[in-house]
Every structure is written in C-alpha cells, then in structure tokens.
C-alpha cells in the first residue's frame, strides 16, 4: 500500500510527481507522489537506507531525478536551467546539512553574509547586520567574529540554520540536522527549529527525533525502500500506525 498526500492547489508549495530516482540499478525513490502547503511542517522518517535522504536532496536539486517532477510554487525544479538560474532557485529553498558545512576560513558573520551578497546582490552592511540578527534570533550573537573550529556542533548548526535563513527562503529542508551532534546539543538545534515552525515556516525535516515529531509536525510521511508507504498526523502515526511496515518500526524504536 502505496500512500500519496493530497492538498489544495492553491496552498502547494511543494509538489513531487511519479518522482524515481536510481542509482544504477539500485532504485532509491519509487513513484513519489507528494504535496507540501506554504506553512505546514512535514517530519520525514524511515529506517536506514529507505531514500529519506534521497528525497529531500531532490527537492533543491542536490540530486538529479531520473523521471517524474517537482514543482515549487509551479517551477519545475528540474528542468532545464542555467547554473545562475539553479543557484537563484535554490537561494528559495534553505538547505540544513547533517555536517554543517561551514566554511571554515570564514567568521560566522561572514558565513552568515556571503551568499545574499554574492547571489542576490544585497550591500555588505545590510547583509552584515542581517547576519547580526539571525545571529541573535539563534541565540549566538556573542559569536559574530568565531571561526567555525571555535564552536561546538551545536552552535556550529545553529550558525548553519542562519545561514540558510539569510537567503530568506519561503522553504526550509533539514537532512538530519542533529544525527552528528553530542546529545547535549540536540536540544539547542531543535528548539531553534521549533520556534520556526511556531512561526510558520514551511519545513520538511528528516530526523530521527520522534519527540519532534510529535511536537511539532503537521503530518508525519513514512518512508521505506524508496516509497511513502504512510501519511497522518503525527499523534495517528504514533498512535495507530496503519501499515505493517510502519508498525514494526515503530515497535523497534520503542523496543
């Protein structure tokens, strides 16, 4: 049993059509059929190896799709375009990696500042103190002039969330952001995420952070051998799982 996620035409954000994805002959997504609405949070979980990852990094185009399509607000993400155009298109849609990567020759206000001055032309004063700003919304603002070896994980992916936010994007994607972080530095990198749901940005999150999910999703999509096999609110996904494979696991997490 194959889900697909349905929504109004005029809430969508995110679209995926018959999306498949191999990589020879290994087939990493499946006939993703799947919506996003502007404002809604989607967790994305799954064992190991299900295409969680896959499936996110094809939303921005990280990954090529070998047929179906994705439209964002009806751009077709994957068609045919310039690397200019790419980046443009990608400045919309925030990206949050499991290893931060920062750039390490740079301080975190110039992290922070160099992509809306190289791709969207903004001055370097109001790109500096934007940075300051989301600095502070991050909760890191006494680390303005640190250099990325200088902080922990935590602040570190934190820093990386500004990033993406300094490009403004109407879309946050989040490839597990916390999987390589100490688990005392968990919390500070989703209560930051919790405060952009609470918002009301548009985020699609693959984490194992079930408590998240049921904190802050929207809808959960479960995800295994490159299918959505379920979509439900995450209080029915945790509660009532319908499809055999979700149940078991959902057996082994709480085993």
């Not at 990280?62 to 994957?78: A, K, M, R, W, Y």
């Not at 968990?186 to 998240?212: I, P």
Request: aromatic letters at 6%.
């Amino acid at each position: 049993m194959t889900a697909s996620v349905s929504l109004p035409q005029e809430l969508q954000t995110v679209r995926l059509s018959q999306v498949c994805k191999s990589y020879g002959d290994y087939q990493a997504l499946k006939d993703i059929d799947a919506e996003v609405a502007r404002g809604e949070v989607v967790v994305i979980c799954g064992p190991s190896g299900s295409g969680k990852s896959t499936l996110i990094r094809t939303i921005n185009r990280l990954e090529e799709i070998n047929s179906g399509s994705i439209t964002f607000d009806g751009q077709n993400i994957h068609a045919p375009m310039r690397m200019k155009e790419l980046n443009l298109l990608r400045s919309r849609i925030g990206f949050v990696f499991q290893s931060f990567n920062l750039f390490p020759h740079l301080s975190v206000v110039d992290n922070i500042s160099m992509s809306p001055i190289r791709v969207k032309g903004i001055p370097a004063a109001v790109a500096h103190e934007k940075a300051l700003a989301l600095l502070d919304r991050v909760g890191l603002s006494e680390k303005a002039e640190a250099y990325p070896a200088q902080l922990s994980g935590g602040q570190q992916q934190r820093v990386a969330i500004a990033r993406a936010l300094a490009m403004e994007p109407p879309v946050m994607l989040f490839d597990e952001p916390t999987s390589a972080l100490d688990p005392e530095m968990v919390g500070e990198v989703l209560s930051v995420m919790k405060s952009l749901a609470a918002e009301g940005m548009t985020m699609l999150c693959v984490t194992h952070e079930m408590g998240f999910a049921r904190d802050v999703a929207d809808r959960v999509w479960f995800i295994d051998a490159g299918q959505i096999l379920e979509t439900a609110p995450p209080e029915e996904f945790f509660k009532n799982p319908r499809h055999p494979r979700a149940q078991r696991f959902l057996a082994d997490l709480r085993h």
